[in-house]
């Protein structure tokens, strides 16, 4: 296993987030009430047989211990299964967190299982910790408006062969990282009439008394007085009052580094004045896809011993089409001074996440990191599995980068051209919330920039297309993804002044 891909290393106590409902124990050996015992092995293993099955019936099965790859039979009174991980060579924490998910979505129905990872054939620190994460994230299951729900029965896996504290520590780390994605997941998932700015701020400081974070909730009065323009302006359409969740993770000790995270918490989207499709508002719930991962990544910092200081701002509001919604045309001022003339209701991410980053400048941290659903043009150039990152700082753009690869949740650097800043000139204003009908992920990107105050390293990841799946794919589950929970914890583990 490279180095990028064993790079959450602190041992810290596991961290109490919601849904953490797998428990994960080192074991010396296979359990005998274990329903099912489960090897993983890699492809080069298989031609020499393994558990005492004969090469020659592995062949006939088709089993080549491809990547996720499941053989299956029949063991007294359990179940025996080897999954494959493909060649030693390219074996990786995505290639072990895949066979996880394997695992998970072949073996859920039983209480209890077993899992042997292969010896010495690549870092099993990290190797349990994706093991912990790929049979978390599949099996996860949003339930809450189901009256007939049959969640994952699976309670317990005993990881066979491993021991010690450090063992124990690296499936804790694993499960606690997948639990604050599954939190993320089911903020995305509840429904947006529900999940209200006000219900989202509750549910986000609820979660702060449990995972050693302050929350500040600023209600629609603050927001007033702070001069938030961008949120208030994309709110007035909605008869749901704004709100904007401060939370604040200290580490022990005198802090390395402080950090500032700004998610994106538009709650519901109809798009405004600018309305939507019918077709195009059926998965606007997940628009708040940005500040869910910033609030599932924060659930865990505690439980990771993360060394800096980190604050996070999510603007909440959702953008409806009432009597005084903002029209096409108006012109909003952000609380950093700057006039933005709107001319697209539905480009309102940018509108709050202008607020934020404001007031995010205004603490002055180290770095700056924003997380949004941000942009459709976005999924044009990457489709649904990649996010655009763009930023002000070559350093700072190569750390996230580097959170990305050791996490599977992949990003791709896009540029800043300063020459396209002319698109969202505006005669009335500061600038316009939009720019011409081509590079919309890069204008959006070079508009968020100018609420961003000089010297500081800035980065935004644009997330619209990988923060929803419409089909269950190895880890991830149909719905809301919870997307950069994990990318976000490793990078501000690892983190390092630009």
Not at 145 to 168: C, E, F, I, W
Not at 199 to 216: D, E, I, N, P, Q
Not at 328 to 356: H, M, S, Y
Request: net charge neutral.
């Amino acid at each position: 296993m490279s180095n990028a891909s064993a790079r959450l290393v602190c041992p810290g106590a596991m961290a109490t987030v919601p849904n953490m409902t797998i428990t994960f124990t080192v074991s010396r050996s296979t359990p005998k009430a274990a329903k099912a015992a489960v090897t993983i092995v890699t492809s080069d293993a298989v031609g020499a047989g393994i558990n005492g099955v004969d090469p020659k019936q592995l062949e006939t099965a088709g089993f080549e211990g491809k990547v996720g790859q499941t053989h299956t039979w029949p063991d007294g009174g359990r179940v025996s299964a080897l999954v494959g991980i493909g060649a030693a060579a390219d074996v990786d924490g995505n290639a072990v967190r895949a066979a996880g998910a394997s695992i998970g979505r072949s073996f859920g129905r039983h209480a209890r299982i077993a899992v042997t990872l292969p010896a010495s054939e690549f870092d099993a620190s990290a190797a349990r910790q994706a093991l912990a994460e790929g049979i978390t994230l599949s099996t996860y299951t949003y339930t809450t408006y189901k009256s007939d729900a049959k969640p994952t029965k699976l309670a317990k896996v005993d990881v066979a062969g491993a021991s010690g504290v450090r063992a124990q520590a690296d499936l804790d780390r694993g499960a606690a990282l997948a639990a604050g994605q599954c939190f993320a997941r089911d903020l995305v998932n509840e429904p947006g009439g529900d999940l209200t700015p006000a219900a989202f701020a509750r549910r986000l400081s609820v979660m702060a008394k449990s995972s050693g974070l302050t929350a500040k909730v600023w209600d629609e009065a603050a927001i007033k007085k702070a001069k938030l323009g961008g949120l208030l302006g994309v709110n007035r359409g909605s008869t749901n009052p704004p709100r904007l969740v401060e939370l604040t993770y200290s580490p022990t000790g005198k802090a390395t580094a402080t950090l500032a995270l700004v998610g994106k918490g538009i709650t519901f989207d109809s798009g405004g004045l600018s309305i939507k499709s019918g077709q195009g508002m059926m998965t606007m719930k997940c628009d708040m896809g940005g500040g869910a991962a910033v609030a599932g990544a924060m659930s865990v910092l505690s439980g990771l011993g993360v060394k800096a200081k980190v604050r996070a701002f999510i603007p909440m509001t959702d953008n409806m089409t009432g009597g005084d919604a903002t029209r096409p045309g108006d012109v909003l001022k952000i609380r950093n001074g700057k006039t933005i003339e709107v001319l697209n209701t539905d480009a309102e991410g940018r509108l709050v996440l202008a607020d934020a980053l404001s007031l995010a400048s205004e603490t002055k941290p180290d770095a700056i990191i924003d997380m949004a659903t941000l942009t459709g043009a976005c999924m044009v150039a990457l489709g649904p599995k990649i996010a655009g990152l763009m930023g002000n700082n070559e350093s700072w753009i190569g750390q996230i980068e580097s959170a990305a690869a050791a996490t599977g949740e992949r990003v791709w650097h896009l540029p800043l051209p300063d020459d396209y800043k002319k698109q969202f000139e505006s005669s009335v204003a500061d600038m316009k919330n939009i720019g011409t009908s081509h590079g919309g992920a890069l204008t959006a990107g070079l508009i968020l920039q100018e609420f961003v105050a000089d010297g500081i390293p800035w980065a935004h990841v644009d997330i619209a297309g990988p923060a929803w799946s419409d089909a269950d794919d190895g880890e991830i589950t149909k719905g809301g993804t919870g997307f950069g929970v994990r990318l976000l914890a490793d990078l501000v583990t690892n983190f390092s002044t630009p």
